[in-house]
């Protein structure tokens, strides 16, 4: 037999409406003791809540979708916001229900509406979750995009930068901050190091050309060949002796810390010291330690990315048909020790040995 809200009661020694309340999301309007007690005593009688049950009566669902881009290498969403995302979702007493944008397929019952449509998941085309998060698709299919528009779905689209209806990393202005940054600690040969697939849409590059511009200076960007992983510091120790001359670079601000620690571990191979004769920038969600080294760091917002993305979400939720308008995160600067004003006078070329073995 389901255990009751009237059994809790009396055996916390609470009143029945206390202890609805608090199983019913209204938890934070009472002390920590009291919500704690009900807890225990919910608990320690096996007590679940009938969802199904609860929906009819408030007409929600207390439950977010978020919906992942069908392939996966076009998510940006990064481990670390989809940690926070859960956690948030557990301090709200709401769970999560996930998808793909799925791939597009041909529906013999269109009914003239085109032959090739979306393969949406459940949560789309039946009504199970409040709002919709969506990761990071930039480029989602048209119809996809038609439909949340028509069926009215709360959606706030996460880490990419629209007109309305978002909430994403200010890549553009952290990055130019963080050139700036290079520039005023007297580096004026600095290149960036870019990593496509972290920055399809060019927000992080144009923040470098930008800030490299303004102070009257030429951008160098450099593309690392696609290679694996555990070949990067190979590749990065050829490459930084093909450097050597009055242009090699006394800053490299890379765009992830996969691409700043393989070269940190190419110029220790080269007898270059870092950040004596080389600084490292890079971005991450947190600061990299390792090696001996902790990266300098523009730290994304990763968390932030799920709080704010949530936060957004309520307002869509409460107002389906109005605009939200777009939250733009920044980027915060973390100390770390591979980035240091430049050596006077600038070394033309740092002695670059030869790694042993290569």
């Known amino acids: ?25 209204d938890a934070e309007l009472f002390r920590v003791e009291t919500r704690e007690k009900v807890l225990k005593a919910a608990l320690d009688l096996g007590y679940r809540p009938n969802s199904y049950r609860m929906a009819l009566r408030t007409k929600k669902f207390n439950a977010i979708g978020l919906l992942f ?28 229900v996930a998808g793909q944008a799925g791939t597009r397929h041909v529906d013999a019952n269109s009914n003239g509406d085109g032959d090739e449509v979306a393969k949406f998941p459940k ?13 990071s698709l930039a480029a989602a299919p048209q119809r996809l995009q038609e439909w949340i528009a028509r069926t009215r779905i709360p959606a706030i689209w996460l880490d990419v930068k629209r007109p309305v209806d978002c909430v994403y990393a200010d890549e553009f202005n952290g990055v130019k901050e963080g050139t700036e940054r290079l520039l005023k600690l007297g ?21 470098y050309s930008t800030a490299m511009k303004s102070a009257g200076l030429s951008p160098h960007v450099f593309v690392p060949e696609d290679v694996e992983r555990s070949r990067l510091a190979d590749h990065f120790s050829e490459w930084l002796r093909g450097q050597r001359g009055p242009n090699f670079p006394t800053a490299i601000f890379c765009d992830d810390s996969e691409l700043a620690l393989p070269l940190y571990i190419a110029a220790i191979r080269g007898g ?22 902790a990266l300098s760091t523009m730290r994304l917002p990763s968390a932030e990315m799920a709080v704010q993305g949530l936060a957004a979400l309520d307002e869509k ?19 770390g020790t591979s980035v240091g004003p430049l050596t006077s006078p600038a070394p033309n070329h740092p002695p670059v040995r030869k790694a042993s073995g290569s």
Do not use: F
Not at 73 to 90: I, M, R, V, Y
């Open 272 to 293: 270059i010291s870092v950040p004596k004769d080389l600084s490292i920038l890079t971005i991450h969600d947190e600061i990299c330690v390792g090696l001996g080294l």
């Open 187 to 207: 580096h004026r040969r600095i290149m960036y190091l870019d990593c496509v697939h972290r920055d399809p849409c060019g927000h992080r590059q144009a923040g």
């Open 69 to 96: 881009p069908a392939d996966a290498s076009e998510s940006l969403l990064s481990c670390h916001t989809q940690c926070a995302l859960l956690q948030e979702l557990q301090r709200r007493n709401q769970h999560l």
């Open 317 to 335: 939720i409460a107002n389906p048909l109005a605009d939200v308008p777009p939250r733009a995160l920044q980027l915060v600067y973390e100390e």
């Open 123 to 135: 949560m789309l085309r039946e009504w199970s979750v409040d709002g919709l998060l969506i990761d």
């Open 1 to 25: 037999m389901a255990v009751t809200i009237k059994q809790i009661a009396q055996h916390a020694g609470l009143s029945v409406p206390t202890v609805s309340r608090i199983l019913n999301n």
